[in-house]
């Protein structure tokens, strides 16, 4: 009776794990690139850019290449390889092709990179930086912030997710807004018990000039593990990502299995220092990149899944809302995505999300990791649409 016993909960073991395996973890590895033959296409028309080494690419030799004359809407475009990568941002500035990164060093995100729970704050930098780049004369520019406090300036920068955007009454068009997620160090507590102390920073530049003018710092309960954000012209409202449910902890980890528990909050001034908060969506799964149009009067605010794959199209609603309207479906997971003049929706993409998690994180500076680019555009074929296949998904 025990041996028959025992034999009935093995077999129901090996079932459950049976299913487990089949219908949970198994689709998941294959999305994180298990499996995957990594191929290089579109790399011949690349250009490398060595100077930006600091500004986090995946590889000594390959710093950050950018593929030019893909699509017919921007001059200089994301190839499918090397500078998009997980916790560090390139924004394009598309009226005038300069590019907005936010900078650090590959042995700081060894020990500080938040998102993926390397909490080690003695090795975090606190003197990450915006810089831009010039695709057309090469020069590279480092901002210099200014008008900091004393705290802003005592707690440093540790910088993920950017968006930079014009500046309402700007009487000249040169006026930007940028928007920077800074990951700080806890003043109490351990990293590893407590998590970071994150923040949303507001800075104002102007096109051509070498500095940021420092404008506000946002705290909330509501930004618990902000990934990227897309901001107001205003210089007063933002939407952003929070890439999982808690700071740490063993729910963050669900993730992995299925578990929805990302969201998409917003932030407005209510006056010159205070500012209010809401989650605009919860129970998303792998919220990372957000975007949204150029066009102000389009309300579609998109978000990469940066575990299962796949776009999500939200709509804006009454009360700073967003509601789901479909999901674009990919093979793989995406981290930061951006909106063309012509409403192309691009992704950087992980082919080997395995390899980026357990290699690449460890040692970024010799264990690359390979990158792809998508591209999504509303499907130009009306029966492909009538059969719900409402987005055209290119790997470029």
């Known amino acids: 009776m025990v041996e028959r016993s025992t034999l009935n909960t093995i077999a129901l073991l090996i079932a459950i794990f049976g299913g487990t395996w089949e219908y949970l973890l198994k689709p998941n590895l294959k999305t994180m690139g298990y499996g995957r033959v990594v191929e290089s296409i579109n790399n011949d028309r690349c250009e490398t850019v060595p100077e930006l080494s600091a ?36 924004v394009l500035h598309q009226p005038t092709g300069i590019l907005y990164l936010a900078c650090s060093t590959p042995q700081s995100r060894v020990h500080w990179t938040p998102a993926v729970s390397r909490l080690n704050a003695t090795g975090a930098s606190r003197t990450d930086y915006v810089a831009t780049y010039d695709p057309a004369t090469k020069k590279i520019t480092k901002l210099i912030p200014e008008d900091l406090t004393p705290e802003v300036e005592r ?11 014009p500046a309402d009454g700007s009487k000249d068009g040169k006026d930007l807004y940028v928007y920077l997620v800074n990951h700080r160090a806890p003043l109490v507590g351990d990293a590893k018990e407590v998590g970071a102390d994150s923040v949303i920073q507001v800075f104002k530049i102007r096109i051509g000039d ?11 309960d509501v930004i618990i593990t902000p990934n990227d954000i897309v901001g107001g012209r205003d210089g007063k409202s933002f939407w952003f990502t929070n890439d999982h449910i808690a700071k740490v902890g063993i729910i963050r980890e669900l993730s992995l299995l299925g578990h929805a528990g990302t969201s998409v909050g917003y932030c407005s001034a209510t006056s010159s220092s205070k500012w209010s908060c809401h989650f605009a969506i919860e129970k998303l799964h792998g919220a990372n990149g957000i975007a949204r149009s150029p066009n102000p009067a389009n309300k579609t605010v998109y978000v990469a899944n940066a575990y299962a794959g796949g776009l999500y199209i939200l709509e804006e609603v009454e009360g700073k809302k967003l ?13 930061n995505i951006s909106v ?21 994180f460890a040692n970024p500076t010799k264990e690359v990791s390979p990158s792809s680019a998508i591209r999504f555009t509303v ?16 790997k470029v």
């Open 55 to 90: 500004c986090e690419s995946e590889s000594p030799s390959l710093l950050c290449l950018w593929c030019k004359g893909i699509g017919n809407s921007q001059p200089t475009l994301p190839c499918s390889y090397e500078c998009f990568r997980a916790f560090s941002e390139i």
């Open 155 to 165: 707690r440093g920068f540790s910088l993920h997710g950017m968006d930079v955007v």
């Open 323 to 335: 509601v789901k309207k479909e999901v674009a479906p990919t093979d793989r997971g995406m981290d």
């Open 210 to 220: 070498n500095v940021m003018r420092y404008v506000a710092t946002v705290e909330h």
């Open 379 to 394: 499907h130009p074929n009306p029966k492909a649409i009538d059969f719900g296949i409402n987005y055209k998904i290119e």
């Open 340 to 360: 063309d003049a012509d409403g192309h929706v691009w992704a950087a993409a992980f082919p080997s999300a395995l390899t980026l998690t357990l290699k690449h």
